[in-house]
T-cell receptor, first 114, second 111 residues
Framework: EPEVTQTPSHQVTQMGQEVILRCVPISNHLYFYWYRQILGQKVEFLVSFYNNEISEKSEIFDDQFSVERPDGSNFTLKIRSTKLEDSAMYFC????????????FGQGTRLTVV | DAKTTQPNSMESNEEEPVHLPCNHSTISGTDYIHWYRQLPSQGPEYVIHGLTSNVNNRMASLAIAEDRKSSTLILHRATLRDAAVYYCILSVMDSNYQLIWGAGTKLIIKP
């Protein structure tokens, strides 16, 4: 069964450093997403991406965040200067269509900022 | 800005049906109702979704009230592997069908 893969599974970084979280969406999917989940809290939407541009973003997704699809398979989330409060699980997801469809999630990257 | 309301937790016995309720009184006519679940230490997993009519798939059934202000996820025969947090989520047309997550219901299955 096709799946969304994320690397690394766990990333520890120093405050102020840049991190790049990587995702390989399902190959025939057109819509890509990043979510985050702070420990013990609900899942929060960060950004959606379609046709090589951002289609929606939340208030959390400020200028410190960026997304890119550098080639035909990878989808990345960059945090330019990490803060302690960026510590969370980050989930990538992809879907075939925008509405009336299911999203497939990766297993997540646990980001710890120290 | 959660658009759905669910009980914080529910308990059920193994091999019995489970009915997980969700209220979404502010739903609009074009918003889809999705259910996802999250097993411990895993990413969210799609369960089912619908718009107006009841839906069935191999995992569960979704019963949608006639006024669409509430819905119920039905697991027909719960197993220990169904213990998870179940999220009732609206996919909102005005936000490009972004999934608006609530706090979810933690389902505990007793052997």
């Amino acid at each position: 069964e096709p799946e969304v893969t994320q690397t690394p599974s766990h990333q520890v970084t120093q405050m102020g450093q840049e991190v790049i979280l990587r995702c390989v969406p399902i190959s025939n999917h057109l819509y890509f997403y990043w979510y985050r989940q702070i420990l013990g809290q609900k899942v929060e939407f960060l950004v959606s991406f379609y046709n090589n541009e951002i289609s929606e973003k939340s208030e959390i997704f400020d200028d410190q965040f960026s997304v890119e699809r550098p080639d035909g398979s990878n989808f990345t989330l960059k945090i330019r200067s990490t803060k302690l409060e960026d510590s969370a699980m980050y989930f990538c997801a992809s879907s075939e269509a925008l509405a009336n469809t299911e999203a497939f999630f990766g297993q997540g990257t646990r980001l710890t900022v120290v | 800005d959660a658009k759905t309301t669910q009980p914080n937790s529910m308990e059920s016995n193994e091999e019995e049906p489970v009915h997980l309720p969700c209220n979404h009184s502010t739903i609009s006519g074009t918003d889809y109702i999705h259910w996802y679940r999250q097993l411990p230490s895993q990413g969210p997993e799609y369960v089912i979704h619908g718009l107006t009519s009841n839906v069935n798939n191999r995992m569960a059934s979704l019963a949608i009230a006639e006024d669409r202000k509430s819905s119920t996820l039905i697991l027909h025969r719960a197993t220990l592997r169904d213990a998870a947090v179940y999220y009732c989520i609206l996919s909102v047309m005005d936000s490009n069908y972004q999934l608006i997550w609530g706090a979810g219901t933690k389902l505990i299955i007793k052997p």
